[in-house]
């Protein structure tokens, strides 16, 4: 297997920091993130409008993963369609971020929101590389299916140790997310076969970061602090 031992090496941590109620037609800023966001929709539709890309059309069941420092927002379209799952927020700690007025006369758009952090054993926060959004829209025979019937159990009835299992399932949903995407050999993420080196990790980040530099082995070489032939070396197996 090709990249299985970047999965051995990775570190994936998850944070649910909020339930989002979206009450009738409207828009809830989601803002800047240091972190990525992992988002489950529990109910209704909408989108997620993001900067300098088009609209994602969410309904119920879906996972959308929006990278670091994306400006986003969360939309309702107001639809009455799927019921409402039976949340209780306060139980798990969550912010409910509230929009709108009377859920009896509107229809809600609901989605737990998760930050995300992917590091390799040593070298931290390496998410923001995924410089383009992940979407999982979850037909019922699928591998992440039973993860998120569990996700939503643990929502709708919490109990002693919800939240951690909360985050140990979504940290299932970002591995399957991962792996599906590298199965395929999609190209925007071949740069991580070279992630269980940190010094070409670094090199790599680097030209990500300022693709409009003039690298060149020497100059990616010092920034790493080797020499040049060992530099193009490993670079070159990587």
């Known amino acids: 297997m090709k990249y299985d031992h970047i999965f051995d090496e990775l570190d994936i941590a998850t944070d649910p920091f909020a339930l989002c109620e979206l009450r009738g037609a409207c828009d809830l800023g989601l803002g800047r993130d240091a972190s990525a966001t992992l988002h489950y929709i529990l109910s209704g539709e909408g989108e997620i409008s993001l900067r300098d890309h088009e609209p994602i059309q969410v309904s119920r069941g879906m996972l959308v993963f929006v990278p670091a420092l994306q400006s986003h927002a969360l939309r309702s379209f107001g639809e009455i369609n799927d019921p409402v799952p039976e949340c209780n ?68 009835s919490p109990r002693l140790g919800s939240r951690a299992m909360i985050r140990a399932l979504l940290m299932q949903c970002m591995i399957e997310m991962l792996r599906k995407r590298l199965a395929k ?37 010092g920034h790493v602090r080797m020499s040049r032939a060992a530099f193009a070396k490993r670079f070159a197996g990587a």
Do not use: Y
């Open 89 to 156: 927020p306060a139980d798990l700690k969550l912010a409910s971020l509230l929009a709108g007025t009377d859920q009896a006369d509107t229809g809600q758009l609901t989605a737990l929101c998760a930050r995300v952090t992917v590091g390799l054993r040593g070298v931290a926060d390496i998410i923001d590389l995924i410089r383009e959004p992940m979407i999982e829209d979850v037909p019922s025979p699928s591998e992440v299916r039973p993860t998120l019937q569990a996700l939503l159990t643990e929502i709708s």
């Open 185 to 221: 050999d999609e190209s925007s993420f071949r740069w991580m076969a070279a992630l269980a080196d940190p010094s070409i990790w670094s090199a790599l980040k680097v030209m990500l970061d300022a693709p409009g530099n003039n690298h060149t082995v020497e100059s990616l070489a």
